[in-house]
């Protein structure tokens, strides 16, 4: 049976190589080129591999390469930090041997829990926040992020996905905003690194099946293979009642390995946007006076 943690390592090496040209690792283009990128021969080169190898990691052979190995290959792709952990990542879990025929490096999988004490924590947050679990289902979140997303508790529960809302087609308006793909980059880089741990995992094969058949929006930036340990940005939300509120957004994790992780939305005090939360927040208890999940 092949090993789903070397057909991931294939695909991330094919697409990093894919995002070097020649005269960005100083060599010539030389002649048509039917790849955009680096040809395999070039990055075995630079690398220090024979070709052979090195195509045999892109097909996700049953390989089991070196740190050495890695290492060359991590300079020859110029990866950076997060890029290079990703890349042992996958190439360590694929060396693990399959224990009592299950997949090789497979994590176990428990159900995720969102402990007492953090929904007591969220109940008591001044600020928009939602729990995450590690494939991006939202698990949990307060009265203030109902203010500021809406109420999820309106979706189907295998819906609730952050994932799946980015993607949401009621939702396209949130995709004029301008941080709407680089915040759809960061999420899709956290599900890699979820992939990575655990590639056959089905709520990720789930998640991406679904969006991978009917977005080919997502099929675009899926292909890019970014990856994301722990991300934190600015988003612009459109609410009507107050108008455009830019927000910053961080994540912070949760005990467990891989384990939730809490995201919360802050605004500057005293700025406007923070003025613009606050009123939105009262506005919705004054509807719905609805508490914390």
């Known amino acids: 049976m092949s090993n789903p943690h070397a057909r991931e390592l294939g695909d ?6 894919g995002r070097l040209t020649p005269q960005d690792v100083g060599l010539e283009p030389g002649g048509r080129r039917r790849v955009t990128g680096l040809r395999r021969e070039e990055l075995a080169l630079l690398a220090g591999l024979s070709t052979d190898y090195y195509q045999r990691m892109e097909q996700g052979r049953d390989l089991r ?3 050495d190995v890695l290492d060359a290959l991590a300079a020859a792709l ?3 930090e997060e890029e290079r952990r990703h890349l042992f990542a996958l190439a360590r879990a694929a060396r693990r ?6 997949e090789p490096g497979r994590l176990p999988r428990r ?3 969102v402990p007492p004490s953090t929904r007591r924590l969220l109940a008591v947050m001044a600020t928009p926040a939602v729990v995450l679990g590690r494939h991006l289902d939202l698990l949990a979140w307060n009265t203030m992020a109902e203010a500021l997303l809406g109420d999820p508790a309106g979706y189907p529960a295998e819906q609730l996905n952050m994932l799946l809302l980015m993607f949401d087609d009621s939702r396209t308006d949130d995709r004029r905003c301008e941080y709407w793909e ?3 980059l960061d999420y899709i880089g956290m599900m890699r690194a979820a992939v990575a741990a655990d590639p056959t995992h089905p709520r990720a094969t789930a998640v991406i099946g679904e969006l991978s058949i009917r977005s080919p929006e997502f099929r675009r930036l899926w292909a890019r293979h970014d990856v994301r340990e722990s991300v934190s940005g600015v988003k612009t939300f459109h609410a009507p009642e107050v108008g455009d509120i830019r927000l910053n957004w961080d994540t912070y994790p949760l005990p467990g390995n891989p384990g939730p992780v809490l995201l919360a939305y802050t605004a500057e005090p005293g700025t406007p946007d923070a003025d613009r939360l606050q009123l939105l927040a009262a506005l919705h208890a004054t509807r719905t006076g609805r508490t914390s999940r």
Not at 12 to 17: D, G, I
Not at 97 to 102: E, F, Q, T, V
């Open 97 to 102: 041997p399959a224990a009592h025929g299950s």
């Open 111 to 113: 159900p995720e829990v």
């Open 78 to 80: 110029d990866l950076d």
């Open 65 to 67: 390469p070196s740190d």
């Open 12 to 17: 991330f090496l094919r697409a990093r190589r």
């Open 182 to 184: 680089q915040q759809t």
